[in-house]
Every structure is written in C-alpha cells, then in structure tokens.
C-alpha cells in the first residue's frame, strides 16, 4: 500500500481522507486492547459457541514493514464483527476485567470499516500479484497501475461491499454516494498523478517498453497517440 500511494492518500496532504485515517487509528486502539489480553480472546472463544456461522481468530495487527498488512487488518476485524459485539453486549463496565469502551466501534465505525475493506482490496490483490518470486512482474507494473488509476477514479459500482446485514438502505445509499470512498479514491488518483506519471523519469520508467514487449500485453496498455 505504501509504495502505491496508500500512505501518502491518507495524510494530511488531503485533508477529506482525515476520517480514515482517525478509523483505522482506533481499529488499531480495538485490536491491541483484545490482542494484548488473554481474558477477552478467551471470552470471545466462549461466546462464540452461540454464534451462528462464527468461527473466531486472531485479530491482525497491520505494520508498516508489511505489505497489505492494513487491509489484513481490516479484514480480519469486519469478520470477527459477531464475536466482538458479543463481548461489548456481555461483558459491559459492571463486570470484572471489561472491554475498554473506549474502543468500542460505533454502528457507523463499522459500516465505514466494511467499506474500507472494500477500497483497500484492490490495492491488496495488486501487490499481491507483483509479489510473485517464480515469474518476472516487471512487465506488470505499468498495466496493474492502469488497472488501479481506472479503479479508483471513482465511481461507487466500482467496489463490491459486504456490509452488515443489519445495515439499512439509506445508510448504504449514504455511504455509496462517496461519504468515505470519493476521498480517498480522488488522493489515491492523485498520488498516482503526482508519483507515477507527472516525470518521465520516475518510477515507471521503462516500465511501459518492459509492457510492450511482453507477448501478454503488446500494445494493449500503450497510449494511442504514443503509437
């Protein structure tokens, strides 16, 4: 995410991603309190016996140094959503060792995490492709960055959400209409701009000539007026 511009989409450079960047800093508050404790891992295992189709796990921690380790975390947290309510819903401030309410992720925290999901993942299947140790993906770069640039140049059918069930129609229409993703999807594009195309000598540098000579792609991924 970092060397695709996730990092820099969500500095104070755009100041209308700000919102994400303050969710995903208490998503990070909530998996550290249940990861760092023992009791509340084991409380979530317990209620988990009376929770239909919940099968709980750790919690994912997202760091730096790791690619797509941000959406990981996310992911992980959206699907541990039924054990996590559980344990907020039973073990409130008048039982011993409780959650930190604190922490505790409002209704509209999380439809806004299911949506982060979604506009992280493309990023995530990316890298993922360009991490490949038994085939060069040099050739790759320039198509995958079109794939993306044409992604997240913003339009809300662009991005597949699972919301909670729970969640009503008005509040998918609210958030489909760009309350979270039309930010973020303007910086990234940005980003992009600012990062990959602005100077013919940047990153992509040859990039584009590794593409054309490719079998795979030839000319597809080549400018017409550059032809």
């Known amino acids: 995410h970092y060397a695709l511009g996730w990092d820099s989409a969500t500095s104070p450079k755009y100041p209308g991603t700000m919102k994400i960047r ?7 508050r909530l998996v550290n309190s249940i ?13 988990a016996v009376d929770i239909e189709d919940f099968i709980p796990r750790r919690l994912v921690k997202d760091q730096a140094t790791r ?10 947290l959206c699907d541990q959503k039924p054990g996590i309510d559980a344990l907020y819903n039973k073990y409130n401030a008048c039982t011993d060792n409780p959650p930190d309410e604190a922490n505790e992720l409002t209704a509209r925290e999380w439809e806004s995490l299911h949506f982060l999901e979604a506009l992280l993942r493309p ?18 770069v320039y198509p995958f960055l079109l794939l993306l640039k044409k992604k ?3 339009s809300s059918s662009n991005f597949n959400c699972r919301l909670p ?7 998918r229409k609210r958030y489909s209409l760009g309350a979270l993703a039309a930010p973020f999807c303007d910086a990234m594009c940005a980003e992009m701009d600012a990062r990959f195309w602005s100077d013919p000598n940047s990153q992509l540098a040859y990039t584009d000539v590794a593409s054309l000579l490719d079998p ?7 400018p017409e007026d550059l032809l």
């Open 35 to 47: 990861r760092n404790s023992t009791v509340q891992m084991d409380r979530i295992k317990n209620l």
């Open 216 to 222: 795979y792609f030839g000319l597809k991924n080549i």
């Open 152 to 154: 997240y140049s913003y």
């Open 165 to 171: 069930t729970e969640t009503t129609e008005r509040t």
């Open 123 to 140: 990023l995530k299947d990316v890298v993922k492709e360009l991490e490949g140790d038994h085939y060069c993906t040099y050739s790759m």
């Open 67 to 76: 690619w797509w380790s941000t959406y990981s975390m996310v992911h992980r």
């Open 22 to 28: 303050e969710l995903l800093d208490k998503a990070r």
